[in-house]
């Protein structure tokens, strides 16, 4: 058995778990060569929520962070969380766009993009992984890991199979809620170990309690890669911890081969940083404590407090415990969808809809109805033809690749950024978070010629990707 290995999540999912991604450049920059003496595996280090955060909330460019981040981390391979078709962002964008930004994510220093699909449709990872192989990355393709019905091995290693006929180079099991237990992985991995001749990844939150329980057995089934979080930014809705993994597989055929040492190192710059998190209120000690009814209503710690924060809007905060009991009811409706970003929020805002008012679906979003209509692609579960016609009426549901629908879009996207670019990547800024976008380039502006600008939706709230 060869060794296992570790990519390290604190530069992005254990932050954007704990405290909304809101960890700065700055607070990175005095760690990061650190961190790349290691001999982690990879750092996750950009995508998923970080990109808009740093826009909507720190005034700071993602590009520039990357390449910062690429200018000290000379050994270790920089990894990146991708939506297929949504990239970072809430729709499905046209191909053109896609293929632009993983061309400008790996230029700018990303050696690995995980890309994964919220409704598990290999459609949508299509022109992200072909681009990605066009660029020389590596593409580790994403099961989005759930539980329903259908959602069995068997099914995973379907998937699996048409991700490695795809072209992935490695595979993860993406457990974005933390519902995997320890011998639910070992025969997953195990599953996958036998049919799949790629590297298998485990990734896992430790919202439920059994996250270090699960690598555990994930590592006797023969994972070859972990995620882990360094100890101050690990536990709660964050990643397993880093250094108590690596202490228990020392000196056994799954020995790591990282120095507690070094890792004590990095776990003494994090310290700090997290007292000051607790002490100025962006790390509740809520999301720190093992809820194990994550188990029993697959909400993810994000959807979480979403849902707290839409009811308390509505001052209706006794209603949470009827809304968790809707999620699940919703979910079924819709077909299964795993509960992953956009997904999760999709669901989640529809329960809310329906507790509220008193009636199921007497209101109903726009994102749910495309949902339902296939915008987001095929889900799990082809959704009953009557509750289709409740929702959407007449129109006609979307069966192809969405995408084919969507005409190129980058050439427009540049005409409509031309007055702001000071970078190529500027127009991929402006196609995710066009409102966003240009409230940061008009602060950058304003910084660069010395006039005091604010970025005016850059106030410290909580936004949850």
């Avoid at 499905?92 to 890309?115: P, T």
């Avoid at 979307?398 to 005409?415: G, Q, S, V, W």
């Amino acid at each position: 058995m060869a060794k296992v290995k570790i990519t390290e999540t604190v530069l992005r999912d254990s932050h954007q778990s704990l405290v909304a991604t809101r960890m700065t450049t700055e607070e990175m920059l005095p760690v990061l060569e650190t961190l790349d003496s290691v001999g982690y595996h990879s750092l996750e280090a950009w995508g998923g929520a970080t990109f808009d955060a740093c826009l909507r909330f720190l005034n700071e460019d993602p590009w520039e962070r990357l390449r910062t981040i690429r200018a000290h981390v000379k050994n270790t391979k920089l990894q990146m969380l991708f939506r297929g078709q949504n990239i970072l962002g809430y729709r499905h964008y046209a191909d053109d766009v896609v293929e632009y930004f993983v061309q400008k994510s790996i230029a700018n220093g990303i050696d690995i993009l995980r890309i994964f699909d919220a409704l598990n449709d290999p459609r949508n990872l299509e022109t992200a992984i072909n681009a990605t192989k066009k660029e020389g990355g590596h593409v580790q393709a994403a099961i989005c890991y759930t539980t329903s019905p259908v959602h069995n091995n068997e099914y995973f290693v379907k998937y699996a199979k048409q991700l490695e006929s795809m072209g992935a180079d490695s595979i993860c099991i993406k457990d974005m809620s933390g519902l995997l237990k320890p011998y639910e992985a070992y025969d997953l991995v195990s599953a996958l170990k036998k049919d799949i001749k790629l590297p298998i990844q485990l990734h896992t939150h430790y919202t439920a309690g059994v996250a270090s329980m699960t690598i555990l057995k994930a590592v006797e089934a023969g994972v070859d890669i972990v995620d882990t979080a360094i100890s101050p930014m690990a536990l709660g809705t964050s990643q397993p911890p880093t250094e108590p993994i690596v202490a228990s597989l020392a000196g056994t055929e799954y020995d790591t081969g990282l120095d507690l040492k070094k890792l004590d190192e990095v776990c003494r710059y994090f310290t700090p940083i997290r007292e000051r998190y607790l002490k100025e209120g962006l790390l509740d000690p809520k999301v720190l404590k093992v809820d194990v009814n994550a188990l029993l209503y697959q909400v993810p710690g994000g959807m979480l407090s979403n849902l707290v924060s839409q009811l308390k809007q509505a001052g209706k905060s006794e209603l949470l415990d009827e809304v968790l009991a809707e999620v699940p009811r919703v979910r079924e409706d819709a077909g299964f969808p795993p509960l992953v970003t956009p997904s999760s929020q999709i669901v989640g805002t529809q329960a809310v809809y329906n507790v509220i008012m008193g009636e199921r679906y007497k209101t109903v979003t726009k994102e749910f109805k495309g949902i339902v209509r296939g915008e987001y692609g095929k889900t799990p579960v082809e959704i009953k033809p009557e509750f289709v016609k409740k929702i959407i009426g007449d129109e006609k549901q979307i069966t192809c690749r969405n995408a084919d629908n969507i005409k190129p879009e980058l050439d427009t996207l540049r005409e409509k950024v031309a007055k702001w670019a000071e970078q190529d990547e500027d127009v991929l800024s402006y196609a995710l978070f066009e409102q966003v976008a240009e409230k940061f380039f008009e602060y950058r502006k304003n910084q660069k010629y010395g006039i005091d600008g604010t970025n005016a939706d850059a106030e410290n709230k909580i936004h949850t990707v």
